[in-house]
């Protein structure tokens, strides 16, 4: 069974500078996709990025960009210029690349913006 | 427009009633799900359709039921709710072509049962 994992419960950075979230994930599948989904209070889940994992070339979306390892099995989201309306919760979430496929998801980071 | 809308968004009910959450979604999508979401925000599948068939039951208490009268309509039945039933359960939908599996949510159902 896939599972993912988010190894910091909580994280905080300070506006305008750069934080990292983790993300590992265990699968024995070659084709799959990652995605980082963002819960901010609202309860909204908002798809940030996406990741397709016959593509070595790691995906980014304006201040979002992640580093996809597939070796490792690695998948961390960088966020550039932290903005206050990036606090929210942050999850990693994995699928076999179906369109029918169900996501499995990580337990979640919390991100705190410091103002 | 809502791309994918659920109803209520609040819910209190009492234990042992049943209630009904529903979802629609107008994106033509052919997959529909429903994830619940834990007082710890951990998030996990519940069932899928797709086109109107069952095509995914996670162990889930045989008292929750889904039903999709058509593809872009899935409902949610609890019968004899219990405290550990209170939750935010989402709905989301998928469209079906290899390559795009990104999941679009609805804004969630808070459902507390006192």
């Known amino acids: 069974a896939q599972t993912v994992t988010q190894s910091q419960p909580e994280m905080s950075v300070q506006e305008a500078e750069t934080v990292t979230l983790s993300c590992t994930y265990d699968t024995s599948e070659s084709d799959y996709y990652l995605f980082w989904y963002k819960q901010p209070p609202s309860r909204q889940m908002i798809l940030v990025i996406r990741q397709e994992a016959y593509k070595q070339q790691n995906a980014t979306e304006n201040r979002f960009s992640v580093n996809f390892q597939k070796a490792a099995k690695s998948f961390s989201l960088k966020i550039s210029d932290s903005q206050l309306g990036d606090a929210a919760m942050y999850f990693c979430?994995?699928?076999?690349?179906?369109?029918?496929?169900?996501?499995?998801f990580g337990t979640g980071t919390r991100l705190t913006i410091i103002p | 427009d809502t791309a994918v809308s659920q109803t209520p968004k609040y819910l209190v009910t009492q234990m042992g009633n049943d209630k009904s959450i529903k979802c629609e979604q107008n994106?033509?999508?052919?997959?529909m799900y429903w994830y619940k979401q834990d007082s710890k925000k951990f998030l996990k599948i519940m069932f899928s359709y797709n086109n109107k068939e069952l095509i995914i039951n996670e162990t889930v208490p045989n008292r929750f039921s889904p039903k999709s009268p058509d593809k872009a309509h899935l409902n949610l039945h609890i019968n004899s709710l219990e405290l550990g039933d209170s939750a935010v359960y989402f709905c989301a939908s998928s469209p079906p072509s290899r390559g795009n599996t990104e999941a679009f949510f609805g804004q969630g159902t808070r459902l507390t049962v006192v």
């Open positions: 994106l033509g999508h052919d997959t």
């Open positions: 979430a994995y699928s076999k690349g179906f369109g029918n496929e169900k996501l499995t």
